[in-house]
């Protein structure tokens, strides 16, 4: 499974990518206006964060076909292995049919239903990224939407697969991968809440206390 960080902020990366196993980072154009920093100079930053290694994932603007297209190949000569996210609207799809063809690695977001995400990875996306949160928000349940999109790429597009995004909780994330999501995508809140549990915490001051009241120092005595 891949593990990604939904941020712009490159010093909570850098912090993060020392010890969590993460595949890269994604943005979005909400994301990317929040931190003011222009792609040309956040997108190498965020590289260099993870180290030169694993995937970036970042939006375009454009709501026609062709703009998209264009401001995919734009975003690719910021950083060459980029993964191009396309909403899926009529127009997106096009331009996932497009990018396709030209062998530019894409992302189906936006997604709000199995079918359309379905289509998504039909036309070409390599990832589809239902928004689970934003789904329960509008009275749906977004694990049934991934569990369902899960199983139509499972049998349709086996190729792509389901990136995981847009979460409140780390229960919706446990209950993503539990339904067998490829990938998922963590704000930096929901992220910390997952290993920042006060038992975790109270549980390792009580070993190292009576560690200390045995031994008198807080270190392992060896030999």
């Known amino acids: 499974m891949e593990l990604y960080l939904d941020t712009s902020d490159v010093n909570a990366v850098k912090r993060l990518a020392r010890v969590l196993p993460l595949a890269g980072v994604t943005t979005n154009p909400s994301i990317v206006a929040g931190g003011k920093k222009p792609l040309t100079t956040l997108l190498p930053e965020l590289q260099e964060a993870l180290g030169g290694q694993g995937k970036l994932f970042a939006q375009v603007i454009a709501s026609r076909a062709e703009e998209m297209a264009q401001e995919a190949l734009q975003l690719r000569a910021i950083v060459p292995n980029l993964v191009v996210k396309i909403p899926v609207t009529a127009e997106g799809l096009s331009a996932l049919k497009w990018l396709k063809q030209e062998g530019v690695p894409t ?111 807080a270190s392992l005595t060896l030999g």
């Not at 569990?147 to 847009?166: C, E, I, N, R």
């Not at 339904?179 to 009580?206: H, K, M, N, R, Y």
């Open 107 to 217: 992302l189906g977001t936006a997604v709000y239903g199995a079918a359309q995400g379905l289509f998504s990875a039909l036309a070409g996306a390599e990832y589809v990224a239902p928004y689970v949160n934003r789904i329960d928000a509008q009275g749906g349940s977004g694990i049934q939407t991934v569990k369902d999109l899960q199983q139509l790429l499972t049998l349709h597009a086996p190729s792509s697969m389901v990136l995981a995004a847009s979460f409140k909780t780390p229960r919706q994330a446990l209950d993503c991968m539990l339904a067998g999501c490829g990938a998922i995508t963590l704000p930096l809140d929901v992220a910390g809440q997952i290993f920042s549990s006060p038992a975790v915490a109270a549980a390792v001051e009580q070993f190292e206390q009576q560690w200390l009241d045995a031994f008198g120092k």
